[in-house]
């Protein structure tokens, strides 16, 4: 090998090595990610692994149970919204899978449902249990917050948006979901939904309810995946439609094999379905 190839070669592997390295670091900014559902300690999660990859960039997240981040993005006060459903307006890319389980209390016999019965329960057709094969008693609804995307998607799925009853209670947190339902009186009438996250939780901790099947199929984590449980969302990160670097690189970052991983801890990651 002739001295000026050596050179040559060397100045090529050089070039291969730093040049990635440039790239990354290049990367800087500010971005602000807003949400109102269940998926606030992922998001702080992805943003901090994201940090941590990109000393120049710097991550805030807002969480608002009353917000609407969609809006918040439309405005130019955000960069990116955490949602179930998409937006005409903006870009969307999808991260995961999120079930909505069905939460009754553990002594709540009713042994399943349809989606056709999830629907008419939440429009205020079926008000009995004993309709199901349940208990004698009044079902009790329990609702979500209206800006909850939670309830956009389930609504949505359903067909029976703006059909829950105003009667219904509305509650924001899922975790106080839980609790209220384990706490209703008379005991074994309340019905509400939740994160399928929060549920199984719930149950593997042994908190007093259980999580209806739907269409004779089990909420569980391996049903959501391949599409059998239907009664589903998507977790998507909403953004303007123009170009911009720091958000393409975040959501890069979210699909990426340490950003699924993230992901598949609380919820279906994109790369197992």
Request: glycine letters at 8%.
């Amino acid at each position: 090998m002739t001295g000026r190839s050596f050179v040559t070669r060397l100045c090529v592997a050089l070039i291969l090595f730093i040049s990635p390295l440039q790239v990354w670091a290049q990367i800087s900014g500010n971005l602000l990610i807003v949400g109102n559902g269940p998926e606030q300690a992922t998001i702080e999660a992805l943003a901090r692994a994201f940090e941590k990859a990109n000393p120049r960039a710097y991550v805030d997240i807002h969480w608002d149970e009353d917000s609407s981040p969609a809006q918040l993005v439309r405005t130019g006060q955000a960069q990116i919204a955490v949602t179930g459903i998409e937006d005409s307006t903006l870009a969307a890319s999808q991260i995961g899978w999120d079930g909505i389980g069905i939460v009754v209390h553990l002594s709540n016999f009713t042994k399943e449902v349809t989606t056709q019965q999830v629907a008419d329960v939440f429009s205020g057709t079926i008000r009995e249990w004993s309709e199901l094969g349940g208990p004698e008693t009044r079902i009790l609804l329990i609702d979500r917050s209206r800006t909850q995307n939670i309830r956009e998607t389930f609504e949505s799925h359903l067909g029976i948006t703006g059909k829950i009853p105003r009667t219904a209670t509305v509650i924001g947190s899922d975790d106080t979901v839980i609790k209220t339902v384990v706490g209703t009186l008379p005991p074994l009438s309340a019905v509400a939904y939740v994160s399928l996250n929060t549920g199984l939780s719930a149950v593997s901790n042994g908190v007093a309810v259980r999580l209806l099947p739907v269409d004779k199929i089990e909420p569980e984590i391996p049903t959501v995946r391949d599409g059998r449980y239907r009664l589903r969302r998507p977790l998507l990160l909403l953004s303007k439609k123009d170009s911009n670097p720091l958000i393409e690189t975040f959501i890069a970052f979210a699909l990426s094999p340490p950003g699924q991983a993230i992901v598949g801890e609380l919820y279906v990651a994109m790369s197992g379905k």
